[in-house]
């Protein structure tokens, strides 16, 4: 079995690392290769962990190579998706993969559905508040 690992951070980010990356061994051992393709690289969390601003060049440059990735998507038996493909924008993505017979699954940790619900800024909250409920 293929899979394609859509995880938002590499090593470097915990919850990535901790949540899924840290199986892929185990699962490789089973007989599922498994491909990961963090959203957000090891240079960005640099960055944000050494207290700089987020790079909005940069995380736009991510979502247009991660809609690449997607559209090799056919290639795989199934696709693991860390909470969403495209953070802070409707869940366009996952309809898509839906209607077009892509199997995928979404890992969800704690109470990610609050990250738009209880968003501070008015707009998110209006717009996204039902996206990870859906």
Not at 14 to 27: A, C, E, N, T, V
Not at 103 to 116: G, L, S, T
Not at 120 to 134: A, C, V, Y
């Amino acid at each position: 079995m293929k899979v394609l690992l859509l995880n938002r951070y590499d090593r470097l980010g915990g919850s990535s690392r901790l949540r899924l990356l840290q199986y892929i061994p185990w699962l490789a051992q089973r007989g599922i290769e498994v491909d990961a393709s963090p959203l957000l690289d090891k240079d960005y969390l640099h960055t944000l962990y050494a207290g700089g601003d987020k790079s909005w060049h940069k995380i736009a440059r991510s979502y247009i190579d991660r809609v690449k990735r997607l559209l090799k998507a056919k290639r795989y038996d199934l696709l693991w998706i860390e909470k969403e493909l495209f953070p802070m924008l409707p869940a366009w993505g996952e309809l898509v993969l839906k209607r077009c017979g892509v199997r995928y699954i979404v890992d969800y940790d704690d109470a990610v559905f609050h990250r738009y619900d209880m968003h501070s800024n008015r707009l998110i909250r209006g717009l996204l508040k039902k996206k990870l409920i859906m």
